[in-house]
């Protein structure tokens, strides 16, 4: 008889402790530790009895002359399989992570009927709708006549039945990986024990048949994959599915991605008749700016391969508390306190009595430090109440020396500031070269203080200094 054992797992972070307490030592949660039972017999260690047997090797460069290029599932989404990296690889194991509502199911059933119209073979399983209710919505969405099979089913033991009878699936959804549980162990559908186990099932399954299989995973408010967290490490790629609640644009980004880059990302819309693809995103984030009001700059970003023009927004006004406020929505809290403090010591502004709030438009969210020049120079806009130039695009790297560095490819962030009709860029020195090619009136910037002297030039500098 197998031996039954009680273990105490951090739900948040998977740590397994001996005795169940209040706070999980490894990873600071509170009230994350529950308490999980296992059959020995079945838990995934090594026991030291078992038979040796000989695995099977082969040769990396025996198999040269053959292209080794992944064979890929593409969705013909345009912007799903940018992310992807060109398709679905054959074998791989995908964790979609998104907040409850943001469109995860959608996108999935979308991308389920397209690849399905290809005439391969996909099983979208649901652990949370009824088939007919995920049947209503891909009607709803024109889906109607995709040839997917649905299933609405949670135990990981009949879906690999049902998954194995008849031709191999090419791709297999299972939304969500929280509502999966196996017999393997015995611990309550959607513990760690249980999400773990049964993704090592499903993975398994993917690497012996060679089908693609995409797992949804709820994240929490705080952005963590809650109980899919742990089994990050254990699938080939991880995408994370973005955008708040105010705004309809979604963002998928891969996080995590063993078969092609991580900085690419996919823009879509939420509309009535579901998710759609937004292939100019930069004219969807500048689309309803205020140009002549202070304190927004324009920020030629770049995504992957991408370049995205995004309105940055700053507003500093004079504090009515002792510690001023400093808040943003879109970047790094961090990335603003360095910046502003450049600002201060090597640009002369004086911040200490002021409140500051940033903000990137629309809901979208900046990575790159390439961002450091635009911010400084909405926010010394926003303290002298003066606009920056409604047609004037700005990027650079602000070092803790005051030195504005130029940032990797300049060449296509200007040249979609000129497609979309702006005329003028503030960028650092070194890109001065590559700004005349793209044919944009530009105002280089050497340091700090450069920046201050720009945009606040019509404005006496004592207001910089003092108000
Ligand atoms: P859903 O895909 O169910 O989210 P998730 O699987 O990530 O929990 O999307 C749910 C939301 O999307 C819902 O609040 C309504 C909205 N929605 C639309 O606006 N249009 C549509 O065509 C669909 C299907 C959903
Ligand atoms: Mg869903």
């Not at 090597?346 to 961002?371: K, S, T």
Request: one cysteine or more; aromatic letters at 4%.
């Amino acid at each position: 008889m197998a031996k039954r054992s009680t273990t105490f797992v951090c739900q948040a972070c998977g740590a397994v402790h001996a005795r169940w307490q209040g706070k999980c030592e490894a990873c600071g949660e509170w009230n994350s530790i529950v308490e999980e039972v296992t059959e020995a017999g079945t838990a995934p260690v090594a026991s030291g009895g078992a038979r040796l047997k000989k695995g099977r090797v082969i040769q990396l460069e025996g198999l040269a002359g053959t292209p080794m290029d992944a064979p890929r599932l593409p969705s013909r989404i345009a912007e799903l399989d940018r992310v992807t990296g060109g398709g679905f690889v054959k074998g791989s194991v995908i964790l979609l992570g998104g907040e409850p509502g943001i469109g995860k199911s959608t996108l999935l059933i979308q991308a389920a009927a397209a690849i399905a119209r290809n005439g391969a073979r996909v099983v979208y399983i649901s652990g949370e709708e009824s088939a007919g209710q995920v049947r209503l919505r891909a009607q709803r969405l024109g889906l109607g006549d995709a040839p997917v099979e649905l299933a609405a089913e949670t135990h990981v033991e009949d879906i690999l039945t049902t998954l194995s009878a008849g031709a191999a699936p090419r791709l297999v959804i299972i939304d969500s990986i929280q509502t999966m549980w196996t017999d393997a162990v015995e611990a309550a559908p959607g513990t760690v024990t249980q999400v773990r186990a049964a993704a090592q099932g499903l993975i398994r399954f993917a690497k012996g048949t060679g089908a693609a299989i995409i797992l949804v995973g709820h994240v929490t408010k705080d952005g963590q994959i809650a109980g899919p967290r742990v089994v990050e490490h254990m699938v080939d790629a991880v995408m994370s599915f973005e955008g708040d609640a105010a705004h309809h644009f979604r963002i998928l980004r891969a996080v995590k991605n063993r078969f092609g880059a991580t900085d690419e990302i996919g823009v879509f819309e939420m509309a009535g008749d579901g998710l759609r693809e937004v292939p100019n995103p930069s004219a969807l984030f500048l689309g309803a700016r205020d140009a002549s009001v202070s304190g927004t700059a324009v920020f030629a970003g770049m995504e992957g391969t991408r370049p995205m023009l995004v309105e940055i927004q700053a507003l500093v006004t004079p504090t009515a508390l002792g510690t001023p406020r400093r808040a943003v929505v879109g970047w790094d809290q961090n990335r603003l306190a360095m910046v502003l403090a450049v600002l201060e010591a090597r640009g002369g502004v004086r911040l200490g009595q002021h409140d500051v709030y940033m903000n990137v438009a629309g809901g979208f969210r900046i990575l790159e430090p390439a961002a450091d020049l635009a911010v400084a120079a909405a926010l010394v806009s926003s303290l002298a109440d003066t606009p920056i130039p409604p047609e004037m695009a700005l990027f650079g790297e602000i070092s803790l020396s005051g030195l504005v560095r130029p940032v990797p490819q300049a060449a296509p962030r200007l040249k979609e500031a000129v497609k979309l009709g702006f005329s003028e860029a503030m960028i650092p020195e070194g890109s001065v070269e590559t700004g005349k090619q793209a044919g944009l009136r530009l105002r280089p910037i050497q340091r700090i203080a450069d920046v201050v002297a720009e945009v606040a030039g019509g404005a006496p500098r004592q207001r910089v200094r003092d108000r």
